[in-house]
């Protein structure tokens, strides 16, 4: 049973660059979150993606755009890119249908931003 | 918003001993429910154990258990004895029962050492 899966595992980026994250969700579940982990802190929610639309979004700029795809795999966008972006981004995938779904973490991406 | 708070950055446990972390939560709701989850060096956030609200009996998961205070809204992990593949950071994560919220808002987290 595949598990969560992101890719790149890191990314160097300079300033005003733009980024794509990638997430394929755990096998069976269609509901993909992207949450943002700044070193030594917890995750920040960014937003969520199930069916195909944005359902939920945190407290981020319009910079963070994302899509989620028919297979239910999901991508994070990230514009003009700055200095203070540079975190592990995480990607949870869960059953969406259900109210009480665990959400399950993928392995992380690693965004450094110059 | 719900806020949750980890009072302890750090803790150390000798291998096989008991260590525990506590978790305070601020909420204006009487359903939801709460996680912990680890995050080791590899990090990879793995869910440890989790606890439904409505429910009074504390969750267990092998050598992981709960204390669920559900007035003092305190939910604190104990660890039992400790191996040296517990050394992780552990952050307690809460999640609304509202259709329309389905975020984890999770705590600064705690950083446990298992010493051999």
């Known amino acids: 049973d595949a598990g969560v899966t992101q890719s790149p595992t890191h990314l160097i980026k300079t300033r005003g660059q733009q980024v794509t994250l990638r997430c394929s969700p755990k096998s069976g579940h269609d509901t993909v979150s992207w949450y943002q982990q700044a070193l030594g802190q917890g995750p920040q929610f960014i937003f969520q993606y199930y069916e195909e639309e944005e359902r939920q979004r945190g407290n981020f700029p319009d910079r963070f755009s994302g899509h989620q795809f028919p297979n239910y795999s999901s991508e994070l966008n990230v514009n003009a890119l700055l200095l203070g972006d540079s975190a592990l981004y995480l990607c949870?995938?869960?059953?969406?249908?259900?109210?009480?779904?665990?959400?399950?973490f993928g392995p992380g991406t690693r965004l450094t931003v110059l | 918003a719900q806020t949750v708070t980890q009072s302890q950055p750090e803790m150390s446990v000798q291998e096989a001993e008991t260590v525990t972390l506590s978790c305070t939560y601020d909420t204006s709701e009487s359903d939801y429910y709460l996680f912990w989850y680890k995050q080791p060096p590899s990090r990879q956030m793995i869910l440890v154990i989790r606890?439904?609200?409505?429910?009074?009996q504390n969750a267990t998961e092998n050598r992981f258990s709960v204390n669920f205070q559900k007035a003092a809204k305190s939910f604190s992990l104990k660890i039992s004895d400790s191996q040296l593949g517990d050394a992780a950071m552990y952050f307690c994560a809460y999640r609304s029962s509202r259709s329309n919220d389905y975020k984890l808002s999770f705590g600064a987290g705690t950083t446990v050492t298992v010493r051999a």
């Open positions: 949870a995938s869960s059953l969406g249908g259900l109210t009480r779904d665990t959400q399950y």
């Open positions: 606890q439904e609200a409505y429910k009074q």
